[in-house]
């Protein structure tokens, strides 16, 4: 049964891949952005360790610095599945990486929180010519992106954690954390299909979830300390499938005094129907995408400010 579940998930992810294709190629990228490809943070041949810099055209000296992190149930997707989204926050006036990581079920989640990490450390040590102030760092990431950098921005602040979890801490400290329609706790139900949820925890996990460590430590509840953690900016929509999960961490930062803002569209306003899950990650050409990426733009630089 598992075996089944997992091939059905990874057929889901495909139709998904087509979707993004032709979603993207009906796109045109912004204009004046400058870009670094296809760096590569772990030099063992794997496609996936390796991560982009967008900044923009004719950028002079350092620039603060966005490092985004894709969604797509972390079992699917790259770096290109961002491209556009972090090309846009580029031209907004910052330097944007755009990593890819191992996916669900190559690896677990530990082996996906320790790609993030290294991912980091590489760009900390290397990207500095690329428009790159490490003195002034946002993390970003959608839906499975947005739980891993709630999650890695935990654990760098915890030696426990960091042990638990096989890292080093970051060598530097981010400003601030921005989750567009993202999870915080892997323990609540992201579909009602209980075989689904059991097949996603031995992918997470291993074959005995709850024996695993790391288990009770996999998202914010468990995980973060709020005299410690950035600043959160949460992104979501009430036309998101996982809105639920956006009002959960809501909750969760407002009841254990997080330092925190949501941005949400009206729900009443013209079109708010449309605007589902990372829609201002899959169309930042929209509008209403427009006004929330600036929003990011403004948590980001209030921040700096500081």
């Known amino acids: 049964m598992g075996i089944l579940t997992r091939r059905l998930l990874q057929n889901a992810w495909k139709k998904n891949a087509r979707n993004d294709a032709a979603r993207k190629a009906s796109q045109t ?53 961002n491209e556009y989204f972090c090309m846009n926050l580029a031209s907004l006036g910052f330097a944007v990486t755009d990593m890819s990581y191992r ?38 990431g959608d839906s499975a992106g947005g739980h891993l950098v709630s999650l ?11 042990a638990l979890y096989g890292v080093q801490k970051l060598p ?65 929509s009430e036309a998101d499938g996982l809105y639920p999960h956006s009002e959960a961490m809501i909750r969760f930062l407002q009841e254990n005094g997080f330092k925190y803002e949501v941005c949400k569209p009206d729900p009443d306003a013209e079109g708010a129907d449309k605007l589902g899950h990372v829609f201002n990650v899959l169309y930042p050409e929209w509008e209403a995408s427009a006004v929330v990426n600036r929003e990011i733009a403004e948590f980001f630089r209030k921040r700096i400010a500081l």
């Open 152 to 162: 890695v921005a935990a654990i760098s602040e915890n030696e426990e954690l960091c």
């Open 29 to 81: 990228p912004p204009p004046n952005v400058g870009a670094t490809r296809d760096l590569v943070y772990i030099n063992d041949g794997h496609p996936m360790h390796m991560v982009d810099v967008f900044y923009p055209e004719g950028a002079d000296g350092k620039l603060p610095v966005i490092i985004d992190v894709h969604g797509g149930g972390w079992m699917y997707g790259d770096k290109e599945l």
């Open 172 to 236: 530097f400290k981010p400003v601030g954390v921005a989750i567009n329609h993202g999870v915080c706790d892997l323990r609540q139900k992201l579909v009602p299909y209980k075989s689904v949820m059991n097949e996603m925890e031995r992918m997470w996990f291993g074959r005995r979830p709850k024996e695993n460590p790391i288990y009770e430590r996999s998202g914010l509840p468990g995980t973060a300390d709020p005299n410690t953690y950035p600043p959160v900016l949460v992104i979501t």
């Open 103 to 140: 996916l669900l079920p190559e690896t677990d989640l530990r082996g996906q929180v320790q790609d993030v990490f290294a991912c980091m450390h590489w760009l900390f040590e290397n990207v500095g010519g690329y428009h790159c102030d490490f003195d002034n760092v946002l993390l970003t």
